[in-house]
């Protein structure tokens, strides 16, 4: 079955350091993996597209198949970046499989 | 906003009680989705919806039922036979049904729903 696991539920670090965030997933098909994000009083929506190889507010994120991950990255966070990132795998369809989801505070 | 509204924002229900959450888009997208946001436990699909008068189950349906009359509806009724219904409910949209890695969900703003 497939899964999406992110493995920290809070993440902290301040202005201008690197941030990654972890997702890793189990799926026997060829995989579709995206980043939402939520920032506070918004709506979730979507940030990147694993196909789309871009950088979005700075963030990149890579499809490794072999170590089943697609982290999410940025050289210099910023305190805008603070919010609540899911990794998502499409799976049949057009469905979505979440993580638990992290929660970035980036400190001044 | 528009796009995608769910309404109401807040809900109260009674032990017992049936109770439907509004979903509309106005995007004319052909899928549309329920997810339940419970903390730690991120976003479970309930129910999805490919086309009009037809929606599969998704990974936590017990409990819930659905309809897709209309394109731009889909609404959800949570029943008193779902055990433990307290949560933030998401409603989402999207114009790819049969997927594609350049596939994007418009989510509503939410309803919270609270089981007194």
């Known amino acids: 079955a497939q899964r999406v696991t992110q493995p920290e539920k809070l993440l902290s670090v301040f202005k201008g350091a690197p941030v990654e965030l972890k997702c890793n997933y189990s799926?026997?098909?060829?995989?579709?993996l995206f980043w939402y994000v939520q920032y506070s009083r918004q709506r979730l929506q979507l940030l990147l597209r694993?196909?789309s190889r871009e950088s979005i507010k700075g963030f990149t994120a890579d499809l490794n198949k072999g170590e089943t991950s697609f982290h999410l990255k940025k050289p210099f966070a910023q305190e805008e970046d603070s919010a609540m990132y899911y990794c998502?795998?499409?799976?049949?369809?057009?469905?979505?499989?979440f993580g638990e989801g992290t929660q970035l505070t980036v400190n001044p | 906003d528009g796009g995608i509204t769910q309404s109401p924002k807040y809900l109260f229900r009674k032990e017992g009680q049936n109770v439907t959450l509004s979903c509309e888009q106005n995007?004319?997208?052909?899928?549309m989705y329920w997810y339940r946001q419970d903390p730690g436990q991120g976003l479970r699909l309930i129910y999805y919806?490919?086309?009009?008068?037809?929606?599969q189950k998704g990974d936590i349906a017990e409990g819930y039922s659905v309809s897709r009359e209309k394109k731009e509806s889909f609404p959800l009724t949570v029943t008193s036979a779902q055990k433990n219904p307290t949560a933030f409910y998401l409603c989402?949209?999207?114009?790819?049904?049969?997927?594609?890695?350049?596939?994007?969900?418009?989510f509503g703003p939410g309803t919270r729903l609270t089981v007194l």
């Open positions: 989402a949209s999207s114009n790819d049904p049969g997927g594609s890695p350049y596939n994007e969900q418009f």
């Open positions: 799926y026997s098909g060829s995989p579709e």
């Open positions: 694993h196909i």
């Open positions: 998502a795998l499409e799976t049949s369809g057009s469905r979505l499989t």
């Open positions: 995007l004319n997208h052909d899928a």
């Open positions: 919806s490919q086309i009009v008068n037809d929606f």
